[in-house]
């Protein structure tokens, strides 16, 4: 099975070469690396064909973009995997079997997506950990309950996204979450959880950075539940105050 890994850019230099040595050492050999750039200014783009020289399986599109959410759809457009994952530009895999696990648990269970566990690491010292994001075994029931994967473990088919579409650009911080609730609602497909660290993220993202930002992810993030009929006010929150405890737990 061919994966597609899509990779958004936008003056990247700090973290870039991190994110694409955890992709080029798994060993899962059957990886198309898609790295879609925002037209950097800094180092990214010459880090990147440093490695794209050596590396055949990565592709590289450097163009103006919309924010992530549109190098995200612009990536699911150019993958021709069978299997379409995401790993940001800061972030890196847990281990060299990150995604030989993944593959597995799709080609043993017959799942339509997969997802697993989440590592909130430190910014310059990515073996602190921050947050453990512990997710579970998907139940449908759960979402009104505020009960969400964490959306840089969710590997797909790409058939969800021809089924499903693609990332609302209306959203600005929750096309993510949206999009989930989009397609967990779909009793057709069928999702798993591996129970593993498959992921690590360095803390500082966009959606919480800030109190402004964090305002503003909690308006998207309603205006998904809403849109989805998957609940109310009080499904927002207890999806946040669930992050409460991923601050106390930092292992598995």
């Known amino acids: 099975?061919?994966?597609?890994?899509?990779?958004?850019?936008?003056?990247?230099?700090?973290?870039?070469?991190?994110?694409?040595?955890?992709?080029?050492?798994?060993?899962?050999?059957?990886?198309?690396?898609?790295?879609?750039?925002?037209?950097s200014t800094d180092l990214t783009l010459k880090i990147i064909?440093?490695?794209?020289?050596?590396?055949?399986?990565?592709?590289?599109?450097?163009?103006?973009?919309?924010?992530?959410?549109d190098?995200?759809?612009?990536?699911?457009?150019?993958?021709?995997?069978?299997?379409?994952?995401?790993l940001h530009s800061d972030d890196l895999y847990f281990?060299?079997?990150?995604v030989f696990d993944v593959v597995s648990h799709f080609r043993v269970n017959k799942f339509d997506g997969v997802y697993s566990d989440l590592q909130y690491v430190d910014k310059k010292h990515t073996n602190k950990i921050i947050r453990f994001w512990k997710s579970s075994e998907f139940n449908s029931n759960l979402l009104g309950?505020?009960?969400m994967p964490p959306h840089p473990t969710l590997f797909l088919?790409?058939?969800?996204?021809?089924?499903?579409?693609l990332f609302d650009l209306s959203y600005r911080i929750s096309a993510d979450?949206?999009?989930?609730?989009?397609?967990?609602?779909?009793?057709?497909?069928?999702?798993?959880y591996l129970p593993k660290v498959v992921t690590k993220m360095r803390v500082g993202g966009a959606s919480n950075r800030n109190l402004k930002s964090i305002i503003k992810k909690s308006k998207e993030d309603y205006r998904a539940i809403r849109s989805n009929s998957i609940g109310g006010i009080i499904t927002l929150i207890l999806k946040n105050t669930s992050k409460v405890k991923q601050f106390l737990i930092k292992k598995s």
């Open 157 to 165: 088919k790409k058939e969800v996204y021809q089924k499903h579409g």
């Open 177 to 192: 979450y949206d999009f989930m609730l989009r397609i967990f609602k779909d009793s057709e497909l069928k999702f798993g």
């Open 145 to 147: 309950k505020g009960w």
């Open 1 to 39: 099975m061919k994966v597609s890994i899509i990779t958004a850019t936008n003056n990247s230099e700090k973290t870039i070469e991190d994110c694409i040595k955890s992709l080029i050492r798994q060993v899962y050999m059957n990886i198309e690396f898609i790295i879609i750039d925002n037209n």
């Open 95 to 98: 281990d060299c079997y990150s």
């Open 49 to 69: 064909e440093q490695y794209k020289l050596k590396n055949k399986s990565i592709k590289l599109i450097s163009e103006s973009d919309n924010g992530l959410y």
């Open 71 to 86: 190098a995200l759809n612009k990536g699911i457009r150019y993958a021709s995997g069978e299997i379409i994952g995401f």
